[in-house]
Protein backbone atom coordinates (compact mmCIF):
# COMPACT_ATOMS: atom_id res chain seq x y z
CA UNK A 1 0.00 0.00 0.00
CA UNK A 2 1.62 3.36 -0.94
CA UNK A 3 1.93 6.00 1.49
CA UNK A 4 0.89 9.57 1.67
CA UNK A 5 4.02 12.03 2.78
CA UNK A 6 2.68 13.72 5.87
CA UNK A 7 4.59 16.94 5.65
CA UNK A 8 2.08 19.93 5.49
CA UNK A 9 -0.53 17.87 5.73
CA UNK A 10 -3.36 19.18 8.87
CA UNK A 11 -4.91 16.53 11.50
CA UNK A 12 -7.76 16.92 13.98
CA UNK A 13 -6.64 14.76 16.89
CA UNK A 14 -9.72 14.55 19.41
CA UNK A 15 -8.92 13.18 22.65
CA UNK A 16 -5.65 15.23 22.61
CA UNK A 17 -5.06 15.78 26.06
CA UNK A 18 -3.21 12.75 27.50
CA UNK A 19 -2.70 9.01 26.03
CA UNK A 20 -2.54 7.74 22.23
CA UNK A 21 -3.94 11.25 21.05
CA UNK A 22 -1.59 13.43 23.22
CA UNK A 23 1.44 10.68 21.85
CA UNK A 24 -0.09 10.95 18.33
CA UNK A 25 -0.49 14.41 18.31
CA UNK A 26 3.49 14.87 19.57
CA UNK A 27 4.39 12.25 16.02
CA UNK A 28 2.30 13.90 13.56
CA UNK A 29 3.35 17.11 14.45
CA UNK A 30 7.22 16.10 14.38
CA UNK A 31 6.77 14.62 10.93
CA UNK A 32 5.56 18.55 9.91
CA UNK A 33 2.10 17.97 10.43
CA UNK A 34 -0.12 20.90 11.66
CA UNK A 35 -2.00 19.54 14.22
CA UNK A 36 -5.60 20.99 15.65
CA UNK A 37 -6.73 19.53 19.69
CA UNK A 38 -9.76 18.43 20.72
CA UNK A 39 -10.86 17.42 23.94
CA UNK A 40 -12.32 18.91 27.51
CA UNK A 41 -8.79 19.61 29.27
CA UNK A 42 -8.46 23.30 27.74
CA UNK A 43 -5.13 23.43 30.15
CA UNK A 44 -3.68 20.28 29.06
CA UNK A 45 -4.29 20.76 25.42
CA UNK A 46 -2.72 24.14 25.73
CA UNK A 47 0.68 22.42 27.30
CA UNK A 48 0.20 20.01 24.84
CA UNK A 49 0.31 22.38 22.11
CA UNK A 50 3.02 24.40 23.09
CA UNK A 51 5.95 21.43 22.96
CA UNK A 52 4.23 20.52 19.48
CA UNK A 53 6.98 20.62 17.02
CA UNK A 54 4.56 22.18 14.43
CA UNK A 55 2.31 25.20 13.69
CA UNK A 56 -0.71 23.47 16.28
CA UNK A 57 -3.57 25.04 17.66
CA UNK A 58 -6.38 23.79 19.98
CA UNK A 59 -10.24 23.72 20.89
CA UNK A 60 -12.06 23.27 23.85
CA UNK A 61 -15.54 21.11 22.82
CA UNK A 62 -17.51 18.03 23.53
CA UNK A 63 -17.43 15.51 21.04
CA UNK A 64 -20.77 14.70 21.65
CA UNK A 65 -22.46 18.21 20.81
CA UNK A 66 -22.57 18.40 16.96
CA UNK A 67 -23.11 22.67 17.11
CA UNK A 68 -19.46 22.69 19.35
CA UNK A 69 -18.40 20.34 16.73
CA UNK A 70 -19.50 21.74 13.73
CA UNK A 71 -18.37 25.00 15.35
CA UNK A 72 -14.82 23.45 15.37
CA UNK A 73 -15.05 22.05 11.69
CA UNK A 74 -15.54 25.55 10.32
CA UNK A 75 -12.52 26.84 12.68
CA UNK A 76 -10.41 24.70 11.91
CA UNK A 77 -10.62 24.97 8.29
CA UNK A 78 -10.33 28.63 9.05
CA UNK A 79 -7.19 28.47 11.04
CA UNK A 80 -5.11 25.89 8.86
CA UNK A 81 -6.88 25.97 5.12
CA UNK A 82 -7.96 22.81 4.83
CA UNK A 83 -8.06 19.21 6.98
CA UNK A 84 -6.57 16.38 5.21
CA UNK A 85 -6.68 13.92 8.56
CA UNK A 86 -9.53 12.79 11.42
CA UNK A 87 -8.71 10.72 14.11
CA UNK A 88 -11.74 10.01 15.97
CA UNK A 89 -10.02 8.85 19.41
CA UNK A 90 -12.20 10.76 22.16
CA UNK A 91 -12.95 7.67 24.23
CA UNK A 92 -14.07 6.66 28.44
CA UNK A 93 -14.76 3.82 30.22
CA UNK A 94 -16.16 2.06 33.10
CA UNK A 95 -16.59 -1.22 34.53
CA UNK A 96 -18.30 -3.79 36.76
CA UNK A 97 -20.90 -5.52 36.33
CA UNK A 98 -24.40 -4.45 34.02
CA UNK A 99 -26.87 -5.08 36.56
CA UNK A 100 -24.96 -3.03 39.15
CA UNK A 101 -23.15 0.00 36.83
CA UNK A 102 -24.13 3.35 37.51
CA UNK A 103 -26.70 4.61 34.31
CA UNK A 104 -25.04 7.73 33.68
CA UNK A 105 -21.81 6.45 33.31
CA UNK A 106 -22.62 3.15 31.52
CA UNK A 107 -24.71 6.15 28.49
CA UNK A 108 -21.84 8.12 29.00
CA UNK A 109 -19.55 5.76 27.57
CA UNK A 110 -21.62 4.88 24.53
CA UNK A 111 -22.00 8.65 24.26
CA UNK A 112 -18.78 9.19 23.85
CA UNK A 113 -17.61 6.67 22.14
CA UNK A 114 -20.04 5.56 19.56
CA UNK A 115 -22.13 9.15 19.53
CA UNK A 116 -19.27 11.23 19.52
CA UNK A 117 -17.36 9.11 17.06
CA UNK A 118 -20.41 9.98 14.77
CA UNK A 119 -20.80 13.52 15.46
CA UNK A 120 -16.98 13.72 14.80
CA UNK A 121 -16.85 12.27 11.59
CA UNK A 122 -20.27 14.22 10.59
CA UNK A 123 -18.92 17.36 11.18
CA UNK A 124 -15.33 16.99 9.58
CA UNK A 125 -16.72 15.12 6.46
CA UNK A 126 -17.25 18.01 4.30
CA UNK A 127 -13.93 18.86 4.52
CA UNK A 128 -12.22 15.92 4.27
CA UNK A 129 -14.25 15.75 1.17
CA UNK A 130 -12.51 18.97 -0.14
CA UNK A 131 -9.53 17.28 0.69
CA UNK A 132 -10.02 13.98 -0.49
CA UNK A 133 -8.69 13.00 3.25
CA UNK A 134 -8.78 10.00 5.72
CA UNK A 135 -10.73 9.40 8.91
CA UNK A 136 -9.13 7.41 10.98
CA UNK A 137 -11.63 5.87 13.97
CA UNK A 138 -10.04 4.45 16.92
CA UNK A 139 -11.62 1.65 17.89
CA UNK A 140 -10.49 -1.48 20.54
CA UNK A 141 -10.02 -5.29 21.03
CA UNK A 142 -12.83 -4.50 22.78
CA UNK A 143 -14.78 -4.34 19.19
CA UNK A 144 -13.76 -7.84 18.16
CA UNK A 145 -14.53 -10.13 21.74
CA UNK A 146 -16.83 -9.22 24.00
CA UNK A 147 -15.58 -9.13 27.65
CA UNK A 148 -18.15 -9.48 30.81
CA UNK A 149 -17.61 -6.79 33.14
CA UNK A 150 -17.22 -4.11 30.19
CA UNK A 151 -20.64 -4.29 28.73
CA UNK A 152 -20.98 -0.57 27.98
CA UNK A 153 -17.17 -0.48 26.70
CA UNK A 154 -17.53 -3.67 24.20
CA UNK A 155 -21.15 -2.10 22.82
CA UNK A 156 -19.72 1.20 22.15
CA UNK A 157 -16.49 -0.07 20.30
CA UNK A 158 -18.20 -2.46 18.67
CA UNK A 159 -20.65 -0.30 17.44
CA UNK A 160 -18.19 2.40 16.51
CA UNK A 161 -16.31 0.02 13.95
CA UNK A 162 -19.52 -0.98 12.45
CA UNK A 163 -19.79 2.35 11.57
CA UNK A 164 -16.80 3.14 10.64
CA UNK A 165 -16.66 0.23 7.71
CA UNK A 166 -20.33 1.32 6.74
CA UNK A 167 -19.13 5.13 6.59
CA UNK A 168 -15.89 3.71 4.35
CA UNK A 169 -18.74 1.81 1.10
CA UNK A 170 -20.50 5.38 1.72
CA UNK A 171 -17.70 7.49 1.10
CA UNK A 172 -14.99 6.16 -0.75
CA UNK A 173 -15.79 7.19 -4.32
CA UNK A 174 -15.79 10.65 -2.87
CA UNK A 175 -12.12 10.04 -2.86
CA UNK A 176 -12.08 9.91 1.41
CA UNK A 177 -10.42 6.96 3.32
CA UNK A 178 -11.83 5.73 6.05
CA UNK A 179 -9.86 3.41 8.81
CA UNK A 180 -10.42 1.40 11.78
CA UNK A 181 -7.85 1.47 14.56
CA UNK A 182 -7.13 -1.44 16.94
CA UNK A 183 -5.53 -1.30 20.40
CA UNK A 184 -5.35 -4.19 22.99
CA UNK A 185 -4.53 -2.89 26.56
CA UNK A 186 -1.97 0.20 26.36
CA UNK A 187 -0.25 1.91 28.78
CA UNK A 188 -2.45 5.00 28.83
CA UNK A 189 -4.49 6.60 32.12
CA UNK A 190 -7.47 4.54 31.20
CA UNK A 191 -6.06 1.70 31.24
CA UNK A 192 -4.25 2.51 34.55
CA UNK A 193 -7.51 3.94 36.25
CA UNK A 194 -8.79 0.50 35.11
CA UNK A 195 -6.11 -1.18 37.25
CA UNK A 196 -6.95 0.55 40.24
CA UNK A 197 -9.95 -1.58 41.33
CA UNK A 198 -8.79 -4.64 42.15
CA UNK A 199 -10.83 -7.37 41.05
CA UNK A 200 -10.85 -5.48 37.96
CA UNK A 201 -6.58 -5.69 37.72
CA UNK A 202 -6.86 -9.17 38.20
CA UNK A 203 -9.43 -10.39 35.77
CA UNK A 204 -7.67 -8.95 33.01
CA UNK A 205 -4.50 -10.89 34.61
CA UNK A 206 -6.62 -13.67 34.35
CA UNK A 207 -6.80 -13.37 30.55
CA UNK A 208 -4.98 -15.54 27.95
CA UNK A 209 -1.69 -14.29 26.40
CA UNK A 210 -1.43 -12.67 24.81
CA UNK A 211 -4.85 -10.33 25.91
CA UNK A 212 -3.56 -10.27 29.53
CA UNK A 213 -0.96 -7.88 28.89
CA UNK A 214 -0.16 -4.10 28.98
CA UNK A 215 1.49 -2.94 26.13
CA UNK A 216 3.65 0.33 25.51
CA UNK A 217 2.15 3.35 24.40
CA UNK A 218 5.13 3.99 21.87
CA UNK A 219 5.14 1.59 19.67
CA UNK A 220 1.21 1.32 19.30
CA UNK A 221 1.10 4.75 18.24
CA UNK A 222 4.19 4.57 16.12
CA UNK A 223 2.19 2.02 13.68
CA UNK A 224 -0.78 4.53 14.11
CA UNK A 225 0.92 6.55 12.53
CA UNK A 226 2.17 4.21 9.61
CA UNK A 227 -1.48 3.44 8.92
CA UNK A 228 -2.25 7.07 8.39
CA UNK A 229 0.43 7.42 6.22
CA UNK A 230 -0.88 4.33 4.17
CA UNK A 231 -4.37 5.82 4.36
CA UNK A 232 -5.32 2.19 5.82
CA UNK A 233 -9.02 -0.24 6.38
CA UNK A 234 -7.17 -1.52 9.09
CA UNK A 235 -4.63 -0.20 11.84
CA UNK A 236 -3.39 -2.47 14.37
CA UNK A 237 -1.81 -0.90 17.36
CA UNK A 238 -0.48 -4.36 17.82
CA UNK A 239 0.17 -7.02 15.27
CA UNK A 240 -1.27 -9.78 16.78
CA UNK A 241 -4.39 -8.15 16.74
CA UNK A 242 -4.79 -8.72 13.14
CA UNK A 243 -4.50 -12.06 13.85
CA UNK A 244 -7.90 -11.80 15.90
CA UNK A 245 -9.66 -10.79 13.00
CA UNK A 246 -9.59 -14.75 11.58
CA UNK A 247 -11.52 -15.98 14.76
CA UNK A 248 -13.31 -13.43 16.09
CA UNK A 249 -16.80 -15.46 14.73
CA UNK A 250 -15.78 -17.84 17.73
CA UNK A 251 -14.80 -15.85 20.22
CA UNK A 252 -18.48 -15.03 21.81
CA UNK A 253 -19.17 -18.59 22.25
CA UNK A 254 -15.98 -19.03 23.98
CA UNK A 255 -16.32 -16.29 26.31
CA UNK A 256 -19.51 -17.19 27.30
CA UNK A 257 -18.31 -20.21 28.43
CA UNK A 258 -14.70 -19.44 30.22
CA UNK A 259 -16.72 -15.79 31.50
CA UNK A 260 -19.63 -17.44 33.01
CA UNK A 261 -16.92 -19.91 35.08
CA UNK A 262 -14.57 -16.89 36.20
CA UNK A 263 -17.90 -14.61 37.43
CA UNK A 264 -18.65 -17.10 39.45
CA UNK A 265 -15.18 -17.34 40.83
CA UNK A 266 -15.07 -13.19 41.72
CA UNK A 267 -18.83 -13.17 42.57
CA UNK A 268 -18.25 -12.45 46.21
CA UNK A 269 -16.00 -9.97 45.81
CA UNK A 270 -17.94 -8.00 42.64
CA UNK A 271 -19.92 -5.53 45.43
CA UNK A 272 -17.37 -2.91 46.18
CA UNK A 273 -16.47 -2.25 42.42
CA UNK A 274 -16.73 1.15 41.17
CA UNK A 275 -18.84 1.70 38.40
CA UNK A 276 -17.97 5.30 37.28
CA UNK A 277 -15.89 6.46 34.86
CA UNK A 278 -12.00 5.54 35.39
CA UNK A 279 -8.88 7.04 35.15
CA UNK A 280 -7.66 10.98 34.53
CA UNK A 281 -10.00 11.31 31.24
CA UNK A 282 -12.93 9.90 33.00
CA UNK A 283 -12.45 12.47 35.75
CA UNK A 284 -12.06 15.39 33.42
CA UNK A 285 -15.39 14.34 31.39
CA UNK A 286 -17.39 13.94 34.73
CA UNK A 287 -16.15 17.61 35.50
CA UNK A 288 -16.69 19.43 32.02
CA UNK A 289 -20.48 17.63 32.53
CA UNK A 290 -20.36 18.83 36.24
CA UNK A 291 -19.66 22.37 35.26
CA UNK A 292 -21.94 22.51 32.41
CA UNK A 293 -25.22 21.65 34.63
CA UNK A 294 -23.76 24.52 37.13
Partial sequence: MSRVGLEGQVAVVTGAARGVGELLA???SARGVKVALVGLEEEALKEVSGRLHSDSAYWYADV?????MTRVAREVKERFGKVDIVVANAGVANGGP???SDPEAWRRVIEVNLIGSAVTGRAFLPVLTESRGYLLQIASLAAITPAPM????CAS???VE????SLRAEVGHQGVRVGVGYLSWTDTDMVRGADQDEVMRELRQRLPWPANKTYPLGPAVD???AGIERRAPHVYGQRWLRGMQGVRGYLPALIGTVGQREMKRFAPRLQGIRTGLVGAGGAADEEARATHRE
Fill in 223 to 225: RIV
Fill in 162 to 165: AYAH
Fill in 150 to 153: MTAY
Fill in 98 to 100: FAG
Fill in 64 to 68: TDHEA
Fill in 157 to 159: KAG
Fill in 26 to 28: RKL
